[in-house]
């Protein structure tokens, strides 16, 4: 049974860091791509950056513009885990950080950025 499971979000104040984990279960998430989704209140669920399935060639990142130079995506093969570093956070990054691969979606870590 595939199974994600989103962590690392919280508190923070604006220009702080997060990192978010999106660990699998049931499956070798290596091999699939994966993309992280936010869903803010009252609007709809965006794309926020995607990483491809490992290659020889390394993996492909790519990333939505109003995240772009300040988040990262990264996988921990050993994990079987990919992460979303996120720094510099401003209070419009506040809402709900979703992992998604292979159709499968995990149940959302929350992610505040105020002061």
């Known amino acids: 049974q595939l199974h994600l499971v989103e962590s690392g979000g919280g508190l923070v104040q604006p220009g702080g860091s997060l990192r978010l984990s999106c660990a699998a279960s049931?499956?070798?998430?290596?091999?699939?791509?994966v993309a992280w989704f936010r869903q803010a209140p009252g609007k709809e669920r965006e794309g926020v950056s995607c990483?491809?399935?490992?290659?020889?060639?390394?993996?492909?990142?790519n990333y939505a513009d109003s995240v772009k130079g300040r988040f990262t995506i990264s996988r921990d093969k050993s994990k079987n885990t990919v992460y979303l570093q996120m720094n510099s956070l401003k209070p419009e990054d506040t809402a709900v950080y979703y992992c998604?691969?292979?159709?499968?979606w995990g149940q959302g870590t929350q992610v505040t950025v105020s002061s």
């Open positions: 049931g499956f070798t998430l290596n091999y699939y791509a």
């Open positions: 990483i491809s399935s490992s290659s020889s060639s390394g993996d492909s990142t």
């Open positions: 998604n691969s292979r159709s499968s």
